[in-house]
């Protein structure tokens, strides 16, 4: 009776067991996968259906669906990208890389797109703090990636410099550019996650953009997180 009393004890799983953590880990991502994810995709796909079989004769109705249908597979492509940034090891965001990774970014899409590129950071490898380091590193790239995407440009312009208090970041192009008023207030993906991402380390993030003049993305974070 004795023995047995043991061997139940030994298979019980500890609060700090690891693999009781992995487990809860993978639940919650399973969570978020249907809650963000399915559910977009699932009515991404009834839309295209109904594309294919309804609209194939109305091309201004097809025009706006498949530009609702590209937006919903963007928002995503953005959802699936976070999950996975917030579940990567230390070692994959490897502290002090903020220069290096922006670098390979625009260098793939230099290579892809044509872009005329000009990257200047004047922030030393260390002197940012990891979690500043991280927010930001995402936030630029998705503007990045919305820049590549929507604004038609040809020339893009990322600069990064410290301050006494913190560090600021501007990056800009030559694309046809908007009406900041005509979003505010609106549900756009891209900047909303940037914004909540910027707002989450204490910062801010500033849109200036213009019909025909491009746009600008000015974010300020401070040092001191509290």
């Not at 993978?26 to 294919?52: F, K, M, P, Y």
Request: some cysteine.
């Amino acid at each position: 009776m004795q023995r047995l009393k043991t061997v139940e004890q030994k298979t019980k799983k500890s609060p700090g067991d690891p693999s009781k953590a992995v487990t809860e880990e993978r639940q919650r991502i399973s969570r978020e996968l249907h809650d963000r994810v399915l559910q977009l995709l699932s009515g991404t796909r009834l839309r295209a259906e109904t594309s294919r079989h309804q609209l194939l004769d109305n091309r201004a109705a097809l025009e706006k669906e498949l530009h609702v249908i590209e937006e919903n597979i963007d928002k995503a492509i953005i959802e699936i990208r976070n999950l996975l940034a917030e579940n990567q090891n230390p070692e994959e965001l490897q502290a002090g890389s903020l220069e290096r990774r922006l670098k390979q970014e625009l260098e793939i899409f230099r290579a892809r797109t044509g872009f005329k590129l000009d990257f200047r950071c004047a922030v030393g490898p260390r002197s940012l703090p990891t979690k500043l380091e991280r927010e930001l590193y995402f936030t630029l790239r998705e503007g990045i990636l919305n820049a590549v995407r929507h604004s038609r440009a040809t020339e893009l312009r990322l600069t990064l410099t410290s301050t006494a208090e913190g560090c600021q970041a501007s990056l800009r192009d030559n694309g046809v550019g908007f009406d900041p008023a005509a979003i505010e207030g609106s549900s756009h993906y891209g900047l909303k996650s940037m914004r909540g991402r910027i707002e989450k380390i204490g910062g801010a993030i500033r849109l200036d953009s213009a019909p025909g003049k491009g746009t600008e993305i000015k974010i300020t974070v401070p040092f001191n997180q509290s």
